[in-house]
């Protein structure tokens, strides 16, 4: 499956029992007791969605989203909280929640939630946000640090791929297989040379290096 949720709840029993079940279910996890590095957190990983506590220390997560959403972050967000009251549930919608389940939940309702959202927010996820990388899927466009970059349709996917899995050693074959779909009549200088292009246009000054290469085994997006 390989999709990465991150957990926000300051009740340990809680975080630990999501964890559990959601890796059971074959996501991989990232669990919070706070917000303290929710951002650091979305910017460096590939986050397919956020369950997210209301009642925590040093601000209400509804109004942590609320901010995220300000900022331009568009990761799915499922509230798992005490909080249920019409008006609560109303108040995390309007702060830009995507779903809204109250405690004490059951855990198949809250792996058939995950899952039908997941299944929904990852048909087309309208942008992708890396570090300061962002991608638009309306216009199949990048931009860096704001400004627009322009790449052929195999750079596209290439970035792509990388993006999805960042700090994950891609062996060329793997990547011939996802981005080429061909292992078979390509050889692996063709992911060399793919790559430098690919380099040379979204950080042509060699400041930044988003990807390396690791002698003999492939490269990791970082």
Known sequence: MNKTILI????EDILDLMDYTLVSEGYDTITCIDTSNVKDILDEENISLILMDRNLPGIEGS???ESLRNEGYSHPVIYITAK?????IVEGFDRGGDDY?????????????VNAMIRRTNKIQDVIKYKDIIYHHVNKSFSIDGESIKLTNLETELLLEFIKNPNILLSRDVLLERVWGDTQNRQAKTV?????RLKENID???LKNYIQAIRGEGYIFC
């Open 63 to 65: 109004l942590f989203i």
């Open 8 to 11: 926000v709840d300051d009740e």
């Open 101 to 113: 389940i109250t405690k004490p939940f059951n855990i198949n309702e809250l792996k058939a939630r």
């Open 84 to 88: 249920d009251l019409s008006q609560d």
């Open 204 to 206: 042509p000054k060699g």
């Open 192 to 196: 060399n040379v793919a790559i430098k």
